[in-house]
T-cell receptor, first 111, second 115 residues
Framework: DAGVIQSPRHEVTEMGQEVTLRCKPISGHDYLFWYRQTMMRGLELLIYFNNNVPIDDSGMPEDRFSAKMPNASFSTLKIQPSEPRDSAVYFC?????????FGQGTRLTVV | DQQVKQNSPSLSVQEGRISILNCDYTNSMFDYFLWYKKYPAEGPTFLISISSIKDKNEDGRFTVFLNKSAKHLSLHIVPSQPGDSAVYFCAASPNPHTTGNQFYFGTGTSLTVIP
């Protein structure tokens, strides 16, 4: 398996634009997580899914953020409208048991 | 509120010496603890873990110690090597059989091993 695949690796967008980050988890994993890495908060859990169902989205910072998992092999994290303070590295991870496997992340810059 | 805390943002150690990275947590429901290592421009990768039924787990040069009463764990790397230079994240998870499989991470400690 190629591991968790995220796209794009880098995204630069203007404030107010919609941004969509994509993730393909490892096949067979039943948990999928979205994290945001910042200097202040480290790896911050935004939302996670179990068997494609959102379980806990309490980490989503605002209504501007939304996430979907239409099937077991794909998830998106959308920010609409984007703001400069959303600039960070966003990681997707998947898990089957007691270990999360991370993608390489998407570095988002909102100017 | 940060449930997993790494109070040292950075640490420098001489090659061959011991590196000790510390982590504190606040949630008594956490039952499983992990350390991840992250190189620049890469995602975090799993390093070592420990269940709450143990107080020590060793894997080669890496040992994790857990003190449940103090809600504290530490990662020891001995001997430290320049290739160990990376950001280390501590993570905790509640009992996956009762509350799901979420992982909570600390803010990370950047380790530099000086040759």
């Amino acid at each position: 398996d190629a591991g968790v695949i995220q796209s794009p690796r880098h995204e630069v967008t203007e404030m107010g634009q919609e941004v969509t980050l994509r993730c393909k988890p490892i096949s067979g994993h039943d948990y999928l997580f979205w994290y945001r890495q910042t200097m202040m908060r480290g790896l911050e859990l935004l939302i996670y899914f179990n068997n494609n169902v959102p379980i806990d989205d309490s980490g989503m910072p605002e209504d501007r953020f939304s996430a979907k998992m239409p099937n077991a092999s794909f998830s998106t994290l959308k920010i609409q409208p984007s703001e400069p303070r959303d600039s960070a590295v966003y990681f997707c991870a998947s898990s089957l048991r007691n270990e999360a496997f991370f993608g390489q992340g998407t570095r988002l810059t909102v100017v | 509120d940060q449930q997993v805390k790494q109070n040292s943002p950075s640490l420098s150690v001489q090659e061959g010496r011991i590196s000790i990275l510390n982590c504190d947590y606040t949630n008594s429901m956490f039952d499983y603890f992990l350390w991840y290592k992250k190189y620049p421009a890469e995602g975090p990768t799993f390093l070592i873990s420990i269940s709450s039924i143990k107080d020590k787990n060793e894997d080669g040069r890496f040992t994790v110690f857990l003190n449940k009463s103090a809600k504290h764990l530490s990662l020891h790397i001995v001997p430290s090597q320049p290739g160990d230079s990376a950001v280390y994240f501590c993570a905790a998870s509640p009992n996956p059989h009762t509350t799901g499989n979420q992982f909570y991470f600390g803010t990370g400690t950047s380790l530099t091993v000086i040759p």
